[in-house]
């Protein structure tokens, strides 16, 4: 199960800190990733986490901008946003892939939150 928490309203230019707990046994065994959503367009790959950190990789669109990280003694994941900007106005999903494979594709993750709005005005 997977809680995210953080979003909300932001000027273009600010950040924003998104976290999410996830309720597992293993959390290191699972790859994590955060999408995005706005009404009537297909999910968005954001960025994913490989299971040890090792590996990150971002959307062009995000990239320099934001940064995915991930405590697995915490069982959280966390994506920092700065220099938001109105096009990344959406709803942000994590979810989780048990297994070591990193993917972009939202068909690959098996769990999901419930997601978080983020609004960012001009």
């Known amino acids: 199960q997977l809680e995210e928490s953080g979003g909300g309203l932001v000027q273009a230019g600010g950040s924003r800190r998104l976290s999410c707990a996830a309720s597992?046994?293993?959390?290191?065994?699972?790859?994590m990733a955060w999408f995005r959503q706005v009404p009537g367009q297909a999910r968005e790959f954001v960025a994913f986490?490989?299971?040890?950190?090792?590996?990150?990789d971002y959307a062009d669109a995000v990239k320099g901008r934001f940064t995915i990280s991930r405590d697995n003694n915490k069982n959280t994941m966390t994506l920092q946003m700065n220099n938001l900007k109105p096009e990344d106005t959406a709803t942000y999903f994590c979810a989780a892939r048990y297994s070591w494979a990193t993917s972009r594709r939202d068909t690959d993750y098996e769990d999901w939150g419930q997601g978080t709005q983020v609004t960012v005005s001009s």
């Open positions: 597992v046994r293993v959390f290191s065994n699972y790859v």
């Open positions: 986490i490989s299971r040890k950190a090792v590996t990150t």
